[in-house]
């Protein structure tokens, strides 16, 4: 019998690894409620034409689709009759309605904007709404890239306030404050990408010039320039793209560059207020105390066409780590416009929390006690020790303190070592002893101190 495995790009997570995730998403939860956003589910597959066409030619290459089922005959001749048919759908294209009409989502924007729409009667504008739940991309699994993780979105719309912009800046912020990862933000504008186009002589070219321009990280200006020439753009075209994108100092500073490089363009300008608008109220609202980077950044392109005006993208900022982009998202003017609703304006960004975990983990910066469930383990010496050991027990329970007991009267080493394992940080002890006074002796795992102590005494102490 062969070894049971898991899907590759998948994985299952530990009790430990569990509670690391978990503590991720309550801060992010607590972020979102604080900033008065609203949860929101949607089913984890969708139609296939709701994601068809919505994430660019790339994009739509990594849909996991799912084969049409139904057929479900019992008898000898509908069995018979099930093969025919399927014989059938597989001699089809992959993509034929026969086969397929629904996949598995690719992320939640799109499943928000749908729902958004079939929901529009019932929600009051600007609706702002928080996700988090697993997405499917039939990509190469390596590290940090998986073809089942979770993400966690949060955005607003019927809004075109860039307040909510630098509210979502400032989201960021408090985010990756409290989960102690060091991050720079970047932050560019769709709208500086199209005249950069236009600058080229090229504004058909916009969508070429982005998906070459997202790759810069990864394949160096060489590689983006190759794939230019080989997008269709010139030479002088690229040079322009290469001043533009070569632009240094501070905000204000870059900013000025543009300015004066794009003042006989005008959607470049109304790109460049755009993102001064937007930094100026988050400089209003932001944490001064925050010592990360918030940066604008020409080459940022974010390659989803839905994308129109600001966008963001967050990389984390330690010698420590190398990963990717942690986090990202921006405006989309008319992304309900696909499902024929127009004219209402969205922004929202995304944690990805798997690359988040993997860099916390690598930073060291989980909580100690999250390692465990219990904080404290009660070991059982049986008979009248064991009750009075559930007794104790009960009272733990009712204090609020994460407590359980060992199931089974085993040996000390047994117990003990299970308590190790498990990572607790205290140990009770209700011997003989202890029963007879009416208290407990309790044992600091860390530091090895043992006390016998009243129960009132040692419950002040663990909920301390």
């Avoid at 996991?64 to 089922?69: A, P």
């Avoid at 909510?164 to 912020?173: F, S, T, V």
């Avoid at 329970?397 to 007991?405: D, F, K, N």
Wanted: charged residues 25%; negative net charge; aromatic residues 8%.
């Amino acid at each position: 019998m062969s070894k049971p495995s898991i899907p590759q790009g998948t994985r299952d997570f530990s009790p430990v690894v569990v509670r690391k995730r978990q503590y991720i998403f309550n801060t992010l939860r607590s972020i979102f409620e604080l900033y008065g956003f609203q949860p929101l589910e949607t089913p984890a597959m969708e139609n296939l034409t709701t994601l068809t066409g919505k994430y660019g030619e790339e994009g739509d290459r990594l849909i996991f689709k799912i084969l049409n089922n139904g057929l479900h005959e019992k008898n000898e001749a509908g069995k018979e009759k099930l093969n025919t048919e399927w014989n059938k759908v597989l001699s089809k294209a992959y993509s034929s309605p026969e086969v397929t009409e629904r996949a598995l989502r690719y992320d939640l924007t799109i499943p928000f904007a749908r729902y958004v729409v079939m929901n529009q009667n019932d929600i009051a504008f600007p609706f702002k709404r928080y996700q988090m739940q697993p997405v499917w991309r039939a990509d190469r699994p390596q590290k940090g890239r998986y073809r089942e993780f979770w993400q966690c979105d949060a955005d607003v719309v019927g809004s075109t306030s860039l307040i909510n912009e630098a509210e979502l800046l400032c989201i960021y912020q408090a985010a990756f404050m409290q989960l102690q990862v060091p991050v720079k933000i970047k932050i560019n504008s769709r709208k500086l990408l199209a005249a950069i186009a236009e600058l080229c002589g090229t504004p058909e070219k916009m969508i070429d010039i982005t998906v070459a321009l997202d790759k810069l990280d990864k394949i160096g200006w060489d590689g983006v320039t190759k794939e230019l020439r080989e997008r269709g753009i010139d030479d002088d075209g690229i040079n322009k793209i290469e001043k533009v994108i070569n632009v240094t100092g501070d905000n204000d500073a870059r900013l000025a560059a543009l300015s004066e490089i794009m003042k006989d363009c005008a959607i470049g300008l109304e790109g460049i207020k755009e993102l001064r608008t937007s930094l100026c109220y988050y400089d209003g609202l932001s944490d001064k105390s925050w010592n990360g980077i918030i940066e604008v950044d020409i080459s940022l392109a974010r390659g989803l066409n839905y994308y129109t005006g600001v966008i963001v993208e967050v990389v984390c900022e330690s010698d420590k780590v190398k990963m990717g982009s942690i986090g990202g998202g921006g405006r989309y003017d008319d992304l309900t416009g696909l499902f024929g609703l127009k004219g209402l304006s969205g922004v929202g960004i995304s944690f990805g929390i798997d690359r988040i975990y993997d860099v916390m983990e690598e930073l060291c910066v989980f909580p100690e006690q999250l390692a465990s469930g219990a904080k404290v383990i009660l070991l059982n010496f049986g008979g009248d020790n064991e009750q009075y050991a559930i007794s104790v027990l009960k009272q733990l329970r009712t204090a609020g303190i994460s407590a359980e007991l060992y199931p089974d009267a085993a040996k000390f080493d047994k117990q003990m070592k299970y308590a190790n394992k498990r990572n607790m940080a205290y140990v009770i002890l209700p011997g003989d002893e202890e029963r007879e006074k009416g208290m407990v002796s309790l044992k600091n795992f860390l530091t090895g101190e043992q006390k016998m102590m009243m129960l009132n005494e040692c419950i002040g102490l663990l909920s301390a």
